[in-house]
């Protein structure tokens, strides 16, 4: 999706793949077709081997995301059925997104809360101008957040924290979110593209496989012993020492220059 009408806008330059939630005049809400769109473009991601990292954000300055399209809710959250495809659409985009093989960054500018704020939590790296403002509020909605979604929370920020964020209600400065954890870096607005871009443009020269290896690899640490798979683990790294990439980077330090990676 690349027009400027979509919902959402997929594009690539440089080794960097984009994907902007396109609604702006909604904050960037998600519905049924972008959670559907996000998933797609995960995997298109995943099979282009020119996007060496992603960056996620949302149009309009406003918000990364406002949440949940609530608008939507009736006509797609009232019956058994319809929850049940709209549920298995989140959590096929948030599947895709955190199984990526590639490191992804949530570019934060403005309100990220709900569904908004899940999506920036299940990247890699969150990278916020100062005005932005975080929260997850079911409980000002009546709404209760299922086992996986405080889970997320859990896993991030730890359970104290989880507790207070889904009680309150309340939405965190940036300061406040980098304090607890929440997001990786808090800058000036007019700073966040320059620093986004330049952190991107470091992931994309490094080697593809030796990312991929550090990021599924992660992955696997978070996970409770017993379920680690430490054939996966075992076969990314392999797979680095195997890669003309490998022999690139011993022969471009030994000449003392830029390494140039194919990701082969």
Partial sequence: MSSDQAKLISKKADGIGYLILNQPEKRNAIGFDMWCGIGDAMEEFTRDNEVRVVVLSGAGGKAFSAGADISEFREHRSTTEGRKAYDH???????????LPKLTIAMIDGVC???????????????ASDKSRFGITPAKLGLGYS???????VRHLGARRAKEILATGKLYSASEALAMGWINYAVPTDELSTAVENFAGDVARNAPLSVKAAKLIVNEAEKAPEHRNLELCRSVVEACYESEDYIEGQRAFAEKRPPKYSGH
Wanted: hydrophobic residues 55%.
């Fill in 113 to 127: 809360v709900g569904g908004g704020a899940e999506v920036a939590m299940d990247c890699d790296v969150l990278i």
């Fill in 147 to 153: 086992l996986p979604d405080v889970d997320r929370l």
């Fill in 89 to 99: 659409a989140m959590r096929r985009a948030f599947d895709l997104l955190v199984n």
